[in-house]
């Protein structure tokens, strides 16, 4: 599997079920590797924030430039606590380094100013597997706890499959589709109005994650075997309720999970190399 953002040296995914994937960073020296967990999520902006479709294109001459700009479209603010983008950026580096996904569209383009969220799903990507093909329409949480975060998860999943709202979405972004995009023509048929909602949901993932503060980090500092075996049950047990809580739905669901010792820590250091990137 191709790893674009080669994150597969700092994040492992340890439960790797159809239905549940969680997400292992780990320890180096007794301490949580944070600053590895920055720098991967960090290297994501530019695709984020101006679209897959310009990796190829931007000359070295405006290099500097373009970085600079990646990093002043996902915000120009200090009150950065309670927004979605960090969230958004890891949804979207599990999807291409874990899912083996080509981003479709940036939401970026549907941001009105630098500081007002884009609205509509946090990430749009796609897959192509021989003849089978999928459309990646992914939401993320950050949240304090895993229970509280996979509860609101379960409330997007109505937004999901709502016909209204699908086809409002489609809309859009069928008309901002780059050129470039592989088979472009399939997803445009995919999204076209009078496409049947059968077809849609029999060709949809919707991939939820969630990156929760997690006790694991308080009662282990080192990557042992009661470490993993109490992993893997934390992530379980979140998946129950999860699964409880949506019951049944017509369309695929991944469960994604990340537990960090702290939410607010590692969105304090991913601003922190956001602002000296709209620095440069």
Request: aromatic fraction near 10%.
């Amino acid at each position: 599997m191709s790893r674009p953002f080669r994150s597969d040296l700092v994040i492992q995914e340890h439960i790797s079920e159809p239905t549940l994937k969680a997400y292992h960073i780990g320890f180096d020296q007794n301490q949580f590797r944070l600053q590895p967990l920055v720098d991967v999520i960090r290297n994501v902006i530019p695709e984020f924030s101006l679209g897959y479709h310009c990796g190829a294109s931007i000359p070295l001459t405006e290099i500097i430039y373009r970085l600079k700009e990646a990093a002043q479209i996902v915000y120009l603010t200090d009150k950065y606590s309670n927004r979605g983008e960090f969230g958004e950026l890891i949804l979207h580096l599990l999807l291409r380094d874990f899912q083996n996904t080509i981003p479709l569209i940036s939401k970026m383009y549907f941001k009105d100013s630098h500081n007002m969220p884009a609205h509509g799903f946090d990430s749009v990507q796609i897959s192509i597997n021989g003849h089978e093909k999928k459309l990646w329409l992914g939401e993320s949480k950050l949240y304090k706890t895993g229970d509280a975060g996979v509860r609101d998860l379960v409330g997007d999943i109505k937004k999901h499959v709502n016909a209204d709202y699908l086809r409002s979405e489609f809309s859009l972004i069928s008309k901002k589709l780059p050129e470039s995009i592989p088979e472009i023509e399939y997803w445009r048929n995919l999204m076209d109005g009078h496409q049947k909602l059968d077809v849609i949901f029999s060709n949809i993932v919707i991939p939820m994650v969630c990156t929760y503060n997690s006790d694991l980090f308080t009662n282990h500092c080192e990557e042992t075997k009661k470490y993993f075996e109490d992993f893997v049950a934390e992530c379980e047990a979140l998946n129950d309720t999860f699964n409880r809580l949506k019951g049944s739905v017509s369309v695929e669901i991944i469960l994604m999970l990340m537990p960090v010792p702290n939410k607010d820590m590692l969105n304090t250091e991913l601003d922190k190399r956001l602002k000296l990137m709209q620095q440069i």
